[in-house]
């Protein structure tokens, strides 16, 4: 028996369609991955599923009595509680029936009643099967797996937002539920942590479902795949790789067919027409009675795709006496050196305390640095402090006169979310006429409707490209990028590789995704040796 049914289900937004009577199944022990296009409906799906949302028709049925698990982002946590006594409560239940059981044995001492010990007895077997005494070495565990060894004695409410991801997640992992409801849960993890949650999902015995556009990890911790597309689920048995060779075939299969079809109804026609009227008059009546009960073949939809640019600042000419006056060498064959762009000396960031070791580095015109280190470690405070965000503890940054900034923050926060992306961009660039805009909106993969749509009803993905819509109109010279992967399918962050590629200008990137950057990227400053918060793993 299933563990969750989902038939007939329909979902929209406004005018956009999710889906329209959809429908899969979950069995028990089953690890299934949900895929799709940013937009396509895979956070929904989780929302109808854990009812935070109601669907337009269409019936979500759990079996009876399933213990659920969510990976809820935002979750309201008690800022006053340390880490490990956060993750604790994923055995609040357990320390209850502790507490019971104490009870029962305290007001055995006062009366003697023999049932006491009895009701007693049977808390103590229960929380013998759930392993209650061994709860602070599942909470260590977690704690090292997951890179939180520095944080667990430190209140949440110091915590930046992806350490608070990861603490939840860990107490998901830690509550033992029937079934985990992951969306998108390596996010905020590095690839050690990520490889520790892909041992712990592929041991865990219980049922799970994960929304992500990690493949990588999907590949591993999936034994059969959800796509959503074009209003539609499809369902198929085996790894992420084998579902994506059985949709190929099945959109040439369906190619192949339309394709057929369509040369059959050409045909048919033109001898209709040919034919109405004289001896093959009947037999072009036939045809046409045959072509109205023709069941027609859907011609394969195709995904909007996204396409990136960075436009390139060019500084205006100076007029410059003799450019080569200070070289000996005829000024044909002087070597020209680039120019420095970013001067870093002995930077201290952090807030209150340094996160980081004084950080000195220096780049020049073109240069490409991926900066990365493990979650926590200060990336981003690094990043926010060369920009002036921040203010340095001690230290330095400085970019030359001529660097023109664009830059990418990787947190999904708008001053007002009830803008729509055309009144973004409006806003941004009230002189830029609207089929301009439009233009730039759908290059990122926003389609017309969603264009028009709060940003507050749009999907991480949507709202990601929104901001890369943002800089594609917006020239500039130096490209910094705070995970600008975390929440985009696996074509979108092609599209966008490829697009820095080709950037000429220079480039800060900062990802825990190693294969988006590995092969291009040759310059990588890694900070975790100068973390004062390096994690024991």
Same mark, same amino acid.
């Given at each position: ?124 077997? &229960?929380? =013998? ?5 061994? !709860?602070?070495? %599942?909470? /260590? @565990?977690? #704690? ?110 369906? &190619?192949? =067919? ?5 040369? !059959?109804?050409? %045909?048919? /026609? @033109?001898? #209709? ?26 011609a394969p939809e195709q995904s909007l795709r996204s396409y990136f640019d960075f436009p390139l600042y060019e500084a205006p000419s100076q007029e410059v006496e003799d450019p080569y006056a200070i070289y000996d060498e005829p000024f044909d064959s002087a070597p020209v050196p680039p120019a420095t762009t970013l001067t870093v000396e002995e930077l201290c960031v952090g807030y209150e305390q340094a996160l980081l070791q004084p950080v000195t580095f220096e780049m020049v ?27 340095? !503890? ?127 990227? !040759? ?15």
């Open positions: 028996m299933a563990l969750l049914e989902v038939s007939g289900l329909s979902m929209s937004y406004d005018e956009k369609l999710l889906y329209h009577d959809a429908e899969f199944e979950l069995q028990p022990g089953e690890h299934l991955g949900i895929v799709g296009q940013n937009g396509t409906g895979k956070s929904t799906l989780i929302k109808l599923i854990t009812e935070q949302i109601l669907p337009i028709s269409g019936t979500i049925k759990w079996q009876k009595d399933t213990r659920i698990g969510y990976l809820d982002q935002y979750a309201q946590i008690d800022k006053h509680l340390t880490v490990r006594e956060f993750l604790a409560t994923a055995f609040t239940e357990l320390y209850q029936l502790e507490a019971q059981m104490g009870a029962y044995y305290d007001q055995y001492a006062v009366d003697g009643d023999d049932q006491l010990l009895i009701q007693a007895g049977q808390i103590q077997e &229960q929380l =013998e099967q759930a392993d209650f005494y061994d !709860l602070d070495t %599942k909470v /260590q @565990k977690v #704690i090292t797996g997951l890179g939180l060894t520095e944080l667990a004695e430190r209140t949440t409410s110091e915590l930046s937002g992806g350490q608070r991801s990861k603490i939840i997640l860990a107490k998901l992992l830690l509550a033992n539920d029937d079934v985990l409801l992951l969306d998108e849960p390596t996010n905020y993890l590095d690839t050690a942590h990520i490889e520790w949650l892909v041992g712990f999902l592929q041991a865990f015995t219980g049922t799970t479902l994960i929304v992500s556009h990690d493949y990588d990890f999907l590949e591993q911790v999936t034994n059969s795949i959800v796509d959503i597309a074009f209003g539609k689920m499809t369902k198929y048995r085996g790894s992420f790789q084998e579902a994506m060779r059985q949709k190929n075939e099945n959109r040439k299969r369906q &190619q192949r =067919e339309f394709t057929q079809q369509q040369e !059959l109804i050409a %045909k048919t /026609q @033109k001898f #209709i027409d040919k034919n109405q009227a004289g001896t093959k008059a009947k037999q072009a009546k036939s045809r046409g009675r045959m072509l109205d009960k023709l069941t027609l073949v859907e015109a073109g240069q490409k640095l991926a900066l990365v280190g493990f979650n926590g470690a200060g990336k981003s405070t690094l990043i926010k402090t060369i920009l002036g965000q921040l203010m340095a !503890l001690n230290g330095h940054a400085s970019f030359s006169d001529d660097v023109v900034i664009s830059y990418f923050n990787q947190d999904l926060a708008w001053d007002n979310e009830q803008l729509t992306p055309l009144d973004v961009l409006r806003d941004h660039f009230p002189d830029l006429e609207l089929q301009a805009i439009r233009r730039a909106l759908n290059n990122a993969g926003i389609n017309k409707q969603n264009a028009q749509k709060p940003l507050a009803l749009l999907s991480g993905g949507e709202q990601a490209k929104v901001k890369l819509a943002l800089m594609k109109l917006t020239p500039s010279n130096f490209l910094i990028m705070d995970e600008p992967t975390n929440h985009l399918d696996e074509a979108s962050k092609q599209a966008l590789q490829r697009a820095l590629k080709q950037f000429p200008g220079n480039l800060i990137l900062v990802s825990h995704e190693a294969d988006f950057y590995q092969d291009w990227l !040759l310059d990588v400053l890694d900070i975790s040796d100068l973390s004062l918060n390096t994690p024991t793993d």
